[in-house]
């Protein structure tokens, strides 16, 4: 009777034994299986160093509305719409650009995130267009002597007559490097810099074409640098 009693609690010791394995094994493939999904959908801000800009160069006015899609886990559709209009001061002129712009392109997120974290530092790709209009607002006949650091012997008069050309646009190319932070909830702080070459660019007659929305400060060597600081807001239509 003991014999017979005894077998029955260590059976049942044993069975107890298998059985909390059991739990610790489901719990262990509970937590493995565990899978973070991130947010897809339409993330739409506003570039806010345009109007930073606009206060410490009375000669600047900017705005510029900015995208994204994410189609891939790393891939996203982006785009920038804009209008902005500058005045430029050289030696012997005075001009101002006047118009809108849209840069169309992709960025790829280099970063691999923790867990359920959506920051990016990316690269990125835009074709950049602008159609706008440039007002030669004064200029100064370049008049010399022929001779090293003398006067001419007849000053040339400014020409204050604003000489207006209209439809001109600029096609060209860039590259973007920047970084997106999620700062709360669905809501990113970012910051890119971009290397900028001019394709093609329509110039007014008998001047050039200083400065083109959207593309920025044109350089002898028709390239340009450009600098975005944005605030955006995500719209999650699913996870995936």
């Known amino acids: ?43 739409i801000g506003i570039d ?35 209008f902005e209009e500058q005045t430029s001061q050289e030696d012997f002129t005075n001009s101002t650009s006047k ?44 008049v010399v002597t022929g001779e090293v650091n003398e006067a001419p012997y007849f000053p040339a008069d400014i020409i204050t007559t604003p000489i207006i050309a209209s439809g001109l646009n600029a096609h060209w190319s860039e590259f973007v490097l920047g970084f997106k932070a999620e700062t709360f909830k669905n809501f990113f702080v970012s910051a890119s810099f971009s290397y900028k070459i001019m394709m093609s660019v329509k110039e007014p007659e008998n001047f050039k074409t200083l400065y083109a929305p959207g593309f920025n400060r044109i350089f002898e060597t ?13 719209i999650p239509f699913s996870k995936k």
């Open 99 to 142: 118009g809108s712009y849209i840069r169309l392109g992709v960025n790829a997120n280099v970063y691999k995130n923790w867990l359920d974290m959506n920051n990016e530092v990316f690269v990125g790709y835009r074709y950049g267009f602008s159609l706008f209009d440039q007002t030669l607002n004064s200029y100064t006949p370049n």
């Open 1 to 43: 009777m003991y014999k017979y009693f005894i077998s029955i609690i260590l059976l049942l010791v044993v069975l107890n034994s298998y059985s909390q394995e059991q739990k610790k094994d489901s719990l262990v493939t509970a937590t493995d299986s565990i899978v973070y999904k991130s947010p897809y959908g339409i993330r």
């Open 222 to 234: 028709s390239t340009g640098f450009g600098f975005n600081y944005t605030i955006s807001y995500l």
């Open 48 to 82: 806010i160093s345009k109007p930073i800009l606009k206060l410490t160069n009375n000669d600047y006015t900017g705005f510029e509305i900015v995208g994204d899609y994410r189609i891939k886990k790393n891939l996203y559709i982006a785009a920038e719409i804009g």
